[in-house]
């Protein structure tokens, strides 16, 4: 997917793992994928099933990390590749906590371009309550030699693993939370078809995985 290469870049010039949850620690995060197709017409997708795009869409995420919940996005494309969407760099967590910031990628009112490869785009959204350093360092030594294939497969691995052993929380909730999806447009009082995110929240640790399909 061509357009994670210029989103790599994007992040750099500007999720889930957890260990096992604590009882009663609160992580929430809202986060949205915003499609606008070729009549500019925006929708906000729930991803309640794979997600459809067709060449020539275009895409927005937008995340907000609630209390002191730390997120993860990785993308794993149609063409085999591996991307940190989200921190922007591995060492993010290291200063002060962005508790409450609302980030869109690509930043501004940019918009990513969905080009024309058949497959899925698979997003992996993590939420923990504390810093996955483990996962830190695996990303940081992967993004200092993407071209290190064999890098590439411990860190999907390691992502894989970590899913297939975290358990969701029983009271894992999700609610529509009216946002603008670009930063140029005025917020609603009520969810609007293209302006709304999925806020997302429990009593510990959770992992989403997110599909997009094309066709």
């Given at each position: 997917m061509s357009i994670l290469r210029k989103l790599f870049l994007s992040l750099l010039l500007t999720?889930?793992?957890a260990s096992p949850a604590r009882a009663g620690d609160q992580v929430g995060v809202a986060w949205a994928f915003f499609l606008k197709d070729g009549e500019g017409q925006v929708k906000s997708l729930s991803f309640d099933e794979t997600e459809r795009f067709a060449?020539?869409?275009?895409?927005r995420i937008y995340l907000q990390l609630q209390e002191k919940t730390y997120v993860y996005l990785y993308l794993h494309d149609s063409r085999g590749d591996l991307y940190l969407v989200f921190p922007p760099t591995p060492d993010f967590y290291g200063g002060e906590f962005p508790a409450w910031q609302k980030f869109y990628i690509p930043s501004g009112r940019g918009w990513f371009t969905l080009d024309s490869g058949n497959g899925k785009e698979r997003f992996y959204l993590l939420a923990a309550n504390h810093r996955l350093i483990g996962l830190e360092g695996l990303t940081d030594q992967f993004l200092m030699d993407r071209d290190d294939r064999a890098m590439q497969?411990?860190?999907l691995g390691e992502i894989n693993r970590e899913i297939a052993t975290l358990g969701q929380?029983?009271?894992?909730e999700q609610s529509p939370l009216p946002v603008p999806y670009s930063t140029g447009l005025a917020g609603s009082r009520e969810p609007l078809p293209g302006s709304f995110?999925?806020?997302t929240r429990g009593d510990g640790d959770f992992s989403l995985i997110l599909e997009l399909s094309n066709p």
């Open positions: 999720a889930f793992f060449a020539g869409d275009l895409l497969v411990r860190l929380p029983a009271n894992l995110a999925n806020q």
